[in-house]
């Protein structure tokens, strides 16, 4: 579970301990690691967390994460539910925009590094996070940021869209292996990344909506769990139900519209681009 130790992250967590699972969770801060591992442990009654610290904004980080988590052999769910939506624009450590740092590379990156291990637990599944913010996105991959100035729903749409059709991608390449692949929409959620959003996040156009959006954040964490536990636990959605979960934990195509052929294209060359970038 990447960033399991705060918001959606930290509730489904929680959920999948109570079920029996056991749980490593990766982020930054080692104090907020330590109080996640101890709730972990309390919800399963039994030691059943860990902690790894990592800054998954960081390709390179990201990707020696993967290389230790994956020699320790099998693994049965890789949740990436790192990301999220920033007011202020900001830079990784390798110098790429945050939205696309951490919300397509990290999970790409950490994932590619898995597959063995997630092939050799197979049946397994992959479960990416993604957000409604995808229909905002413009659709165009001809350099890290979109043109124009930086909004960061619009920004973090754009991610999680390239995200979402590197996930239909994936299930694809994946489908006879025994590795399901799934995305999940958690809906907007009162978490610590809502809580910095200011108006500053939407374009002009939008921000006569800015209190309605703001109201949506309240929504509780039990209820933002719903699809990415579906997603992670529940039945594999029939064939042709698409690999979607929405916010109310049943498969829903919505944010699927979006993902065209030209976009799954450019978002393999962009992302392929980006990474040379970054290092082996
Ligand atoms: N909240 C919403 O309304 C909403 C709506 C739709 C989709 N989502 C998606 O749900 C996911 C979780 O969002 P959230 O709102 O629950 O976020 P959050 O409350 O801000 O929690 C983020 C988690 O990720 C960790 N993290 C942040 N930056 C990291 C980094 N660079 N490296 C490693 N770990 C990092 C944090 O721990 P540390 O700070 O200790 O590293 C924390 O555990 C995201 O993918 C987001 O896009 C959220």
Redesign the pocket.
């Known amino acids: 579970m ?10 489904l967590t929680l959920e999948l301990a109570a079920q029996g699972w056991d749980v490593t ?5 080692e104090a ?2 330590a109080a ?1 591992v101890a709730r972990i442990d309390e919800a399963a009654g039994r030691a059943a967390g860990r902690f790894v610290r ?5 390709v390179a ?1 990201t990707r020696a994460t993967g290389r230790r988590l994956a020699a320790e052999g099998p693994l049965h769910l890789l949740v ?6 920033w007011t202020e624009r900001w830079l ?1 450590p390798e110098g790429i925009e ?1 939205s696309v ?3 397509h590379l ?1 999970p790409y990156v950490l994932t590619e590094t898995l597959l063995e291990s997630l092939t050799a637990a197979a049946p397994s599944r992959i479960v990416n ?5 995808v229909a905002a996105a413009l659709p165009v991959f001809d350099d890290v940021e979109p043109p124009g100035p930086h909004y960061g729903l619009a920004a ?1 749409g754009r991610a ?1 869209l390239a995200h979402l059709a590197h996930t239909v991608e994936l299930a694809g390449r994946l489908a006879d292996t025994g590795v399901t692949v799934l995305a999940a ?10 809580a ?1 959003m200011t108006v500053d996040i939407l374009p002009p156009e939008l921000r006569p909506h800015w209190e309605q959006i703001r109201e ?2 309240t ?1 509780p ?1 039990h209820l ?1 769990v719903r699809g ?1 536990l579906a997603a992670a636990t529940g039945a594999v959605p029939a064939a042709g139900a698409g690999l979607v979960i929405g916010p109310a934990g049943e498969p829903d195509s919505t944010l699927l519209g979006s993902v065209t052929p030209e976009v799954t294209r450019a978002v393999r060359t962009w992302t392929e681009k980006l990474l040379a970038t970054t290092g082996p």
Do not use: F, H
Request: no cysteine; net charge negative; proline share 5%.
């Open positions: 990447t960033g399991g130790t705060a918001g959606i992250g930290l509730q969770v990766v982020a930054r801060d907020r690691g996640a990592a800054d998954l904004s960081s980080e990436n539910n790192v990301g999220g939506m990784s945050a740092a951490l919300n990290s996070i993604t957000s409604g913010a973090t999680k929409d958690p809906g907007p959620a009162a978490t610590d990344n809502a910095q949506g954040v929504r964490l933002a990415p």
